[in-house]
């Protein structure tokens, strides 16, 4: 069914194809030029797919600034590695140090980009993490039960009152017994809709409440704005509600559904008290720039709102084959919604909706949602946009410009008289694209980045996985130019672009070191010591250019689980110490000024196992090492540590009892 579409389509879609691609598939690469020593005009933060990570880059250039470590350890910085980390990934599946990252969300005030926060979703086990603007690292992680597939996530409402979360997967509810037959789809499975509240000073996350749907697949969502602001968009397929071979099974109606929500009554009827408790596990993990440790806290309930106890809290839209992404235009009165196997784009209007709504012009009930009569809501159709569409991005000027899956290309068409007005091929198999501020009421315009999900012949050839890439489009005049190839780490899905001008002064340069409160903080040399409790052996450590306190440790025994704490002492922007010991098996850790990080390390044989700063941080940045002696289990070596000093061997015969370390 989905092949012969795709076939059929292809051939009527061939005179849209360059006939030699070279000259069109080049590019004017002078308009992404930026000078050595310039700057970039915009930060793009784009997720990273299977990796897990977030990445930062800049535009038009295209360069590569920044991996952010968010649902995937890394070995780079410690990021899930460290003592302090570690909580971080922890889920109410236990430490789970990978996921599958789709889409960002930048945080907003009054439908415009603050550069305060960007969200991001786990996909795989449902996690939102918040990443801190200032210091470009993940603040928080959210776990949220009763969901499978945390797709349509994380999108913001326009003052940052909510991220949401809908479930991919419907699947039995977290309090029943899931152990039932997969065949008993229909009466067991039920979706789930969250909406997190964000605090608008801290940023901190909390499960406001939920909403129980139909056993739906949810798979994209857009909050409202403007004119339609207190209301999300969220597009489902698997209206079906098929638990076998999808891809047929979920394509056998005409029509999915577009569910429309009015969260301002959600938000009354929870006030109402008509939410009902669910007991429930997840985990809620929390990063701390003060003690430089997170924590994670399992909790143990949400309240979730049964659409049966709520009239008019939402509705039902169909909407043409299986669609993908639902957008929200800048005004907020067009919603965009794109059937990935339909030959046309249907685009809402919110006043039509409204009116429907108190018309009554309704076409039925859907497992108890009201369906609103598609005509009634529809502002007009895209026709013949081309194949495949899957998500639409806005300049501000009227104009809207959609992805092509099937026909690799972005067509830009004009909101007000659904006008097809130009196309552009994209090098392949589009999946999202950006323009930046596009999701806003203000986008900033001027680019847009298409993200390929094929790149076939654009780049040198790695074996059998190709890069993955990102293509810079101008958007500034009336057709769209390419202009920039760039590859992307990891699978690039959303990404969302800001003004440089938003950010780039309130980076955090430093930690204070007078402000660290770390458990195990060494605030000068004179605090570096190294004590043992039971097999644990804990190392304050400091960290200064050029070297390590103490550098030499001895009576560390076999078996013994040593806990490096660095503190790096200094004060300096942009001078992180590394820290590396031979055996490792877990990571290096890296800290910033005025940070301290802990590495667990196992002493498991005899031997002398040299330790080192692993960042270049001056002339002297080989000279920052140090030695620790590992003795045999039942050894008279007493723990001792020091630094610059070389005193004759101590036995435990020559120090107090209980072989207490000494420094010197
Ligand atoms: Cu890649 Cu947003 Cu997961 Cu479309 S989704 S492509
Ligand atoms: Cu510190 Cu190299």
New binding site residues.
Partial sequence: MVLMVTSACLVSMQSCKPKTAQSAARGDATKSFVAPGEYDEFYNIVSGGFNGQVAVYGIPSGRLFRIIPVFSQSPESGYGFSEETKPMLNTSHGFVPWDDQ??IALSQTKGQHDGRWAFANG?NTPRIARIDLTTFRTSEILEIPNSAGN?ASPFITENSEYVVAATRFSVPLDDQNGDVPINTYKQNFKGSISFVSVNPTSGEMNIAFQIRTPGVNFD?SRAGKGKSHGWFFFSCYNSEKANTLLEVNASAKDKDFVLAVNWKKAEEYVKAGKAKKQAVKYAHNIYNEKTHTASSTIQTEVVVLDPADCPDMMYMIPCPKSP??TDVDPTGEYIVASGKLAASIPVFSFTKLQKAIADRAFDGVYDGITVIKYEAALHGEVVKPGLGP??TEFDGKGNAYTSMFVSSEIVKWRLSDLEVLDRVDTYYAI??LSVPGGPTAKPHGKYMIAYNKMTKDRYLPTGPELTQSAQLYDISGEKMKLILDFPTTGEP??AEAIPAALIQDKQMKIFKIEENTHAYVSKGEGQAKVERNGNQVHVWMTAIRSHLTPDNIEGVIVGDEVYFHVTNLEQDWDVPHGFAIKGANNAEILIMPGETQSLKWVADRTGIFPFYCTDFCSALHQEMSGYLRVSPVGSTVALHFSTGTNKPVVSADSVKPSGSASGN
């Fill in positions: 789709h889409h996909n797709h994209l993908h992404g899957l998500h999946g999202h899905h959303y």
